[in-house]
Nanobody
Framework: VQLQASGGGLVQPGGSLRLSCAAS????????VAWFRRALGEEREFVAG???????YLIESVKGRFAISRDNAKNTVHLQMDSLKPEDTAVYYC????????????????WGQGTQVTVSS
């Protein structure tokens, strides 16, 4: 499975972006999918995940602002990010696993290339 992340950009605080993770090679519906982010000088951090069943998980700092969803017909997972803050600035990666959805990047077999999100006025 190849994953392609897109949708990043420069946005002002309070703005919105929608990230997309498109799969090719195999159907995304067989994977649990997560979004991670890595800010400059920081470790890669789990942000949100969606199971094959559609159950979703978000870290506390993005609850109420971010939403993760999947469109199996389009083989895509989205991360809708609203009310963005400067501390959301990072490179965002999508990742997939046929195993258990985990907050650790070590359990993911498939990675997209990353898309830069910059929140700044």
């Amino acid at each position: 499975v190849q994953l392609q992340a897109s949708g990043g950009g420069l946005v002002q605080p309070g703005g919105s972006l929608r990230l997309s993770c498109a799969a090719s090679g195999r159907t995304l519906s067989i994977l649990n999918v997560a979004w991670f982010r890595r800010a400059l000088g920081e470790e890669r951090e789990f942000v949100a995940g969606i199971q094959r069943s559609g159950d979703t998980y978000l870290i506390e700092s993005v609850k109420g602002r971010f939403a993760i969803s999947r469109d199996n017909a389009k083989n895509t997972v989205h991360l809708q990010m609203d009310s963005l803050k400067p501390e959301d600035t990072a490179v965002y990666y999508c990742a997939g696993t046929q195993g258990v959805l985990s907050t650790s990047p070590d359990f993911y077999d498939y990675w997209g290339q990353g898309t830069q999100v910059t929140v700044s006025s």
